[in-house]
């Protein structure tokens, strides 16, 4: 199973010349088991360039996820290339009570006002589905887990388990407990931190919202992310073999998050999980 990261950025998408190692566009990651359909975790700027390759690829079936609707999530979605292919499928499965209410919510944006493509006007078969957050999916070959996350408006989880291999994609989260509670507080983790620890079990990958440092978590509590300390608690308690910190803060340059890779390359050995900064244009072969 491959993971490749399209989008690694949060909030915005960014450019300039301090930000080429990383990359500025926003969310957007692809899960390709070895035979199965392409899986698209979120649509942020990635999905473009993602749905390029897809293309090129010749694949006419592809499986979207999305974790919740914000812009950095979903800007790209209209840009995503397979959807405007006669004879393709893309299923498009969404934190909603049902499918009426997952094409609801996209037609929000493909409507003419906000994006001149209406959802009628897509040529590829667009079905929907509402993800009941906190159910198991079955995309063959992918089994997926879901798990609610911490985030104004809500946002879903995903476990996605295929060929022997298992990734979690936790963004966007604030730590589930406060900071004196719970695993923030060194205490036995809460309920909901329970379930978040059981969706990361023992998985092969975790992919992770760190976009802020502890001291900018105390000041922006209620904006929904968390810091690196606490998404390497959570991963190392859980059995994980290797942590991502993605959902990079757009004010951070190359060389801040340079340091923030090698702070962490060089805590190797000091816990059973690695981690790792998430870069774009990254492909991580779990085979290998
Ligand atoms: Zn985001
Ligand atoms: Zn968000």
Redesign the pocket.
């Known amino acids: 199973m491959q993971v490749q990261f399209y989008g690694v950025r949060?909030?915005i998408p960014i450019s300039g010349e301090n930000i080429t190692k990383y990359g500025g566009n926003?969310?957007c990651i692809r899960i390709q088991s070895k035979d199965g359909t392409p899986l698209i975790l979120?649509c942020?700027t990635g999905a473009r360039p993602a749905g390029v390759d897809v293309l090129q690829q010749g694949q006419k079936n592809v499986e979207v996820l999305f974790?919740?609707f914000?812009m950095?999530?979903l800007f790209g979605f209209p840009f995503f290339a397979p959807l405007y292919i006669p004879g393709n499928t893309v299923r498009v499965n969404v934190p909603a009570y049902s499918a009426v209410d997952a094409q609801n919510k996209l037609s929000r944006y493909l409507n003419g006002l906000y994006h001149p493509v209406r959802i009628r006007d897509l040529a590829a078969e667009v079905q929907f589905h509402g993800v009941r957050v906190g159910q198991n999916l079955h995309r063959d070959p992918y089994t997926i887990k879901t798990v609610s996350l911490n985030?104004p408006g809500g946002?879903c989880g995903y476990r996605v388990e295929a060929d022997g291999f298992s990734v979690a994609y936790l963004?966007?989260t604030a730590p589930l407990s406060k900071p004196s509670e719970g695993l923030s507080g060194d205490k036995e983790p809460l309920r909901a931190e329970r379930r978040l620890l059981s969706i990361m079990n023992d998985a092969d990958l975790v992919i992770m919202?760190t976009?802020f440092s502890y001291d900018e978590y105390l000041q922006k509590i209620t904006w929904?992310?968390a810091y690196p300390e606490y998404a390497v608690k959570l991963a190392n308690m859980a059995g994980v073999k290797k942590l991502m910190l993605f959902?990079h803060s757009p004010t951070a340059d190359d060389d801040e998050m340079d340091r923030l890779a090698d702070y962490w390359a060089s805590q190797d050995g000091e816990r059973f999980t690695k981690v790792r900064v998430a870069r774009e244009g990254q492909v991580i072969d779990l085979s290998e």
């Open positions: 949060g909030s926003s969310s979120d942020g974790t919740h914000h950095d999530h985030h946002s963004t966007d919202d976009m929904g992310h959902h």
